[in-house]
C-alpha cells in the first residue's frame, strides 16, 4: 500500500494538467454551436484580418528565413570572441514581454525614434513585429540544427573540393532540414499570434495592420461570437501546425529506421 501511493499521485498530476491545459481550448468550441462559429467567419472583420495577417506574417517569415539561416550558420560553425555575446542578443527577444519589444521598436523606427523612419503604424510595421518576436525562434532552432551536422562531412565535402557556399547548399542544408522546418513551424505560429509588439508599434487599424490576434481584442466587447471565431480558426491553424511536425518528425525517423540515409554529393 505505501508503494501506490506515488503512481497514483503521478496520474492525479497528470490529469489536472491534461485538463486545465485542454479546458479552455475546449470551451472556446463549446460555448456556441459550431454552426454559430463556421458563419462569423464570413465577417468582414474576420477576413480582413486574416488577409492582413497571412501577408505581414508571409513577408516576416521570409524575411526571417533569408537572413536568419546565414546568421545562424555562422554563429553554429564559428567559434570566435564574443560569440555568446551575440547568441544572447539573438535569444534575448524569446524572454522580452511583447510591449516591451513593440515599444522597443517604436523608439527605434519612429519619427522620433533613432532612425525616423515612417514605419510606424503601416503594414511594414506589422512584418518587423512579426519578425523581430519569432525570428529568434527559427534561429535558435537553426543553430542548434547546423550544431548538430556532423564537422567531418563538411570537412570532407570541403577536402573533395566543394565550396563553402556548394558545401552549404549540399551538405548542411539538407542534413539540418529537419530542425530547420520545425523551427520555421514555431516562428510563423509564434507570429500569427503576436499581439503586443504589434499594437504598440503598429496599432490596429482595420483592413491595414489589425491582424487576427488584435481583431480579436477589438471585437471583444463588441461581437463576442466573432472573438470566439478567430480564436477557433487560429487554435485549429496552430494545432495543423503541431499535428505536420509530428507527422514530419515520424515520417523521418521512420526512414531512418528503415535504413534509407540521406547520401550528400559534391559532384557536379
Known amino acids: 500500500m505505501s508503494r501506490a501511493w506515488f503512481p497514483a499521485l503521478l496520474a492525479a498530476a497528470t490529469f489536472a494538467v491534461l485538463v486545465f491545459l485542454a479546458l479552455p481550448v475546449v470551451a472556446i468550441f ?3 454551436s459550431p454552426f454559430t462559429l463556421a458563419g ?17 506574417t508571409l513577408a516576416a517569415q521570409a524575411l ?5 539561416t546565414p546568421a545562424a550558420y555562422l554563429l ?3 567559434r570566435f570572441r564574443g560569440r555568446s555575446l551575440l547568441v544572447t542578443i539573438v535569444e534575448l527577444p524569446l524572454v522580452l514581454p511583447p510591449a516591451v519589444a513593440g515599444i522597443g521598436l517604436l523608439v527605434a523606427f519612429g519619427r522620433m525614434g533613432l532612425l525616423h523612419t515612417s514605419l510606424p503604424f503601416t503594414q511594414a510595421a506589422v512584418t518587423l513585429a512579426v ?5 529568434p525562434l527559427y534561429v535558435r532552432a537553426a543553430l542548434a540544427a547546423f550544431e548538430a551536422v556532423d564537422p567531418q562531412l563538411v570537412d570532407a565535402s570541403r577536402t573533395l573540393g566543394a565550396g563553402p557556399a556548394r558545401t552549404f547548399a549540399r ?3 539538407p542534413l539540418a532540414r529537419g530542425g530547420l522546418a520545425a523551427g520555421e513551424a514555431l516562428a510563423f505560429a509564434r507570429g500569427l499570434g503576436e499581439f503586443g509588439a504589434t499594437i ?11 491582424t487576427l490576434p488584435l481583431a480579436i481584442y477589438a471585437e471583444f466587447d463588441v461581437n463576442f461570437d466573432v472573438t470566439l471565431a478567430i480564436s477557433g480558426l ?3 491553424i496552430s494545432a495543423a501546425i503541431l499535428i505536420s511536425l509530428k507527422l514530419a518528425s515520424a515520417w523521418t525517423l521512420s526512414l531512418q529506421r528503415s535504413g534509407f540515409r540521406f547520401a550528400p554529393s559534391t559532384s557536379t
Not at 64 to 68: D, K, R
Open 234 to 236: 487560429l487554435v485549429l
Open 76 to 78: 553554429a560553425s564559428r
Open 171 to 173: 551538405i548542411v542544408l
Open 131 to 135: 519578425a523581430f518576436v519569432s525570428g
Open 200 to 210: 504598440m508599434f503598429a496599432g490596429s487599424l482595420e483592413r491595414v495592420t489589425q
Open 40 to 56: 462569423q467567419l464570413t465577417n468582414p472583420v474576420v477576413d480582413d484580418a486574416l488577409l492582413v495577417s497571412l501577408k505581414t
Open 30 to 32: 463549446t460555448h456556441v
Open 64 to 68: 526571417v528565413l533569408l537572413f536568419g
